[in-house]
């Protein structure tokens, strides 16, 4: 049966068959956004990064940028993070231990039936990359430590380009040689 019904319509089934579960999560999504807030809050106005929030933006390095990222990360993993992955973990088992056959094998079924390999239009990361990159061009020249006000905003910008053209001669040089290699080895008998 959920094999014929709409995505849309086997959710809005299953919402109404488990209304307790799902308020319960929607009370929990809430108290989670709510705690990450506070969290935040509380390490914007409590961390020695930063002058216990009132450094100017100006005041603010890249050394800075990376010790309050880690130390937010840490404290949100802390205080919300694991407790979440607890509650959901836990209360997630015992929710499926608690169903009815049939309907664990209409979930499974449903779960086999879905394409896996859908693209979500994620960004696969390539910003977590360009900003390690940036960091690690900063320190080699020197800046790692240096406030933002100390130089001006073009500096800063030139720079982020010049972290970009790095990493396309890294990645290019190696790519244009594998590509010749791949050429004259492979692709060029074929055409032969």
Not at 18 to 36: E, P, Q
Not at 68 to 83: A, S
Request: with cysteine; charged share 20%.
């Amino acid at each position: 049966m959920s094999e014929e019904l709409s995505d849309e319509k086997f959710w809005g089934k299953k919402i109404k068959e488990h209304m307790v579960t799902f308020i319960i999560v929607l009370i929990a999504g809430a108290c989670i956004i709510a705690g990450l807030l506070i969290v935040l809050f509380w390490v914007i106005e409590s961390s020695p990064i930063g002058n216990y929030g009132d450094a100017l933006i100006g005041d603010w390095s890249l050394d800075w940028i990376v010790g309050f990222l880690w130390i937010t990360i840490g404290w949100e993993l802390l205080f919300v993070g694991i407790p979440t992955l607890l509650f959901f973990g836990v209360g997630g088992y015992i929710w499926w231990k608690r169903l009815p056959e049939e309907e664990k094998a209409e979930f499974k079924a449903r779960d086999k039936k879905k394409n896996r390999a859908k693209k979500t239009g994620g960004s696969g990361g390539g910003g977590i990359v360009i900003f390690i990159a940036y960091l690690i061009y900063m320190g080699v020249q020197g800046y790692y430590y240096v406030p933002f006000s100390s130089m001006p905003y073009s500096f800063w910008v030139y720079s982020w380009f010049l972290t970009i053209m790095w990493i396309a001669i890294v990645i290019g040089i190696p790519a244009c040689v594998i590509l010749i290699i791949v050429y004259f080895t492979v692709w060029r008998k074929k055409s032969e």
